[in-house]
């Protein structure tokens, strides 16, 4: 494994956020390369003075709001943004008692100046492919944006459906990415008998994250595409010859992930149209130049996976909510590309974009925040999510605004981190 003293994986292995293979890989690559072991040394040094200053004095603190100050600088993005947290982790009825992590703003700024500000070259294929037009249709939501600078697609060698949430998988061994579609209607019955009657955790194999996730209407605010295709009928004078009708609608958007600063989690939401059925195949094609590895999250296999074809089917107004979490390889460069087709009928790609400076949406943070959630029901990343991040995560989520079916399930996590 060939690594640069800047490269951002040196950040998420000092971290602990690297899996225990890829933490063991790039262990070996620090002991044999001096440079890098130098700036591992520095990075080391800088995290343990802040420790030292950031120190309270006894007393001063309580063991519980030492906790919660170090999960919020573990769990703080690198917007350099304050993170709000309760003096003594208050019940999540409690909602919002607010106090300012200088800690965590300390350490993710440190972290944001290790990033390096210029992408290393790539003997990735980057050749790019046709501009698809505009989308110019008046249904399309006025907020609706196609970025026509959309990168290379790669080559499709070997689609891969991802069945749990738990695998990452490298561009270079899977290139691109069939999205499904989420079949049957979700159910959270189970899942709340489990918590709120029989006052226990759920047994993590009946844990399904896409099931949760799609129990909630989910509204991006990102880029937007209107897939439209042939309309049906016939009249004696051909006069509807070339009209089309509006078909299925994807939208996308990123933030940073919750779990993991380091990573982008992309939203993709698809919706039917309001009258009939489509078949809408979708595709994520991860840029190489740009990606080390990323996972679907969710959509357990069911008992013959490998055979399992990939659901396609979208109903009429019908939604299907997905997560993929995108480990980069570089600082800056686009994530990638979406490309889809409805009916036989191929619709405008989109990019995927780094969240940037954007301020998430409503919707988007509450995805990410039941995305948090399932996998801390399923004993998923347990490494690395824990009750306090959870719990300091739905405080930031909270609000008197929320929609009724958002605070119950705000109240189902309190319930659950009270078991």
Known sequence: MKLHSEDPRLTAYLLGELEADEAAALGKAIAADPALQTALREMESIRDTLTSIL????????????????????????????????????????????????????????????????????????????????????????????????????????????????????????PSLDLPILTGKPDLSAITQSIRTERKLPNHETVRLEEILNSFPIRLNGVTAIARVSKQGWHPDNRDEGMTTHAATLATETLACPWKPSATLLLISIRGNAAN???????????????????????????????????????????????????????????????WSVNGEPATNITVNRSGDNEPSDDARFAALVCTFAQWLAGEQSGIIDSDLLSAFAREIASSELPEERTDFLNLIDQSLHL
Not at 148 to 169: C, D, G, I, W, Y
């Open 55 to 174: 120190t309270p004095a006894p007393d001063s603190l309580l063991a519980s709001q030492r906790t919660e100050i170090l999960q919020a600088a573990r769990q703080a993005d690198f917007s350099g943004q304050p993170v709000s947290f309760a003096p003594n982790r208050p019940p999540l009825k409690i909602w919002l008692v607010p106090f300012a992590a200088a800690a965590a703003v300390a350490l993710a700024v440190f972290f944001v100046a290790r990033t390096p500000a210029t992408p290393r070259t790539s003997s990735a294929n980057t050749s790019a492919p046709d501009v698809a037009p505009k989308i110019s249709s008046p249904e399309a939501a006025p907020n609706a944006v196609v970025d026509n600078t959309a990168p290379a697609v790669p080559e499709q060698r070997h689609p891969l459906f991802l069945t749990h949430s738990q695998k990452s998988v490298t561009v270079a061994d899977s």
């Open 277 to 339: 059925d489509c078949e809408a195949k979708v595709v994520f094609h991860p840029n190489a130049a740009a990606v080390y590895r990323y996972r679907l999250l969710g959509f357990a296999p069911g008992p013959n996976a490998v055979s399992e074809k990939i659901p396609t089917k979208l109903g009429a107004k019908s939604a299907t909510t997905l997560a993929v979490e995108i480990e980069p390889s570089t600082p800056t460069g686009e994530l990638g590309a979406i490309e």
